[in-house]
């Protein structure tokens, strides 16, 4: 019994002998196959073009977005400009001048409105047509452009009637200002059909403050524009 014992212990031991040793792993690290290798560089790859075309998605967008701002930024001046003058309308200059009184209030800053009316801009139109009263109405913005600064603002608030918005001068300036720009438009001619004829306008002043308001402004300006209106038909018929 003993021997059969031994002989199969033996036998055992070369079994195991001849066996393949099992592969050990290195301590802290799991054995990956070639499979999985080949999967994670798929998903690396899958993930560097997903943020690729993220990129391309963020930079198409982005190029939309600017062109959709200059739109807009091209119809909102549209809408607040005078085809035939180049210069702003009425929603413009309206704009302009509340966000001029918010810089007078804010820094106690100066200005004044000045509202002219054309004269004699109908009977011109009549007699000689509304392209005649364009061109009398283009010259007449030219004018007043000449005797304001590149920082005042010139509007028109429709018809024969236009406003400025004028900066940083005294009640005796703006005054000054609106008489000189009546001086300026009453010294224009035109030869119509061979007839020579003259517009000229009357000018009417309202000084802002850090207490004042557009509609309130506009009202005094164009209050003091009719009363200077009559004051020269009076002057003109006497």
Request: cysteine-free; charged content about 30%.
């Amino acid at each position: 019994m003993k021997k059969k014992t031994t002989a199969a212990a033996s036998g055992a031991a070369k079994r195991r002998k001849g066996a393949p040793a099992p592969r050990k792993s290195a301590p802290g690290r799991t054995a990956t196959t070639g499979t999985g290798t080949k999967a994670a560089g798929t998903k690396a790859s899958t993930r560097g073009a997903v943020a690729s075309g993220d990129k391309s998605t963020i930079r198409r967008l982005r190029a939309q977005l600017a062109r959709a701002q200059a739109r807009i930024e091209e119809l909102q001046a549209s809408a607040e400009t005078d085809f035939l003058l180049d210069i702003l309308n009425r929603r413009g200059f309206e704009r302009e001048l509340v966000r001029s009184l918010s810089f007078i209030k804010r820094y106690q800053a100066s200005g004044a409105l000045i509202v002219l009316d054309v004269d004699r801009l109908k009977p011109i139109n009549d007699a000689f047509g509304h392209a005649a009263g364009d061109e009398v109405l283009k010259t007449i913005v030219a004018a007043i452009s000449d005797q304001v600064r590149a920082s005042d603002v010139i509007g028109r608030l429709g018809g024969d009637e236009f406003a400025v918005l004028l900066w940083n001068l005294s009640e005796t300036d703006a005054r000054a200002k609106a008489a000189a720009l009546e001086e300026a438009i009453d010294r224009l001619t035109f030869v119509f059909r061979g007839s020579q004829i003259s517009a000229g306008a009357s000018a009417g002043v309202a000084i802002l403050t850090a207490h004042s308001d557009a509609d309130r402004v506009l009202e005094e300006a164009d209050r003091a524009m009719y009363v200077r209106k009559a004051q020269r038909r009076h002057e003109s018929s006497g």
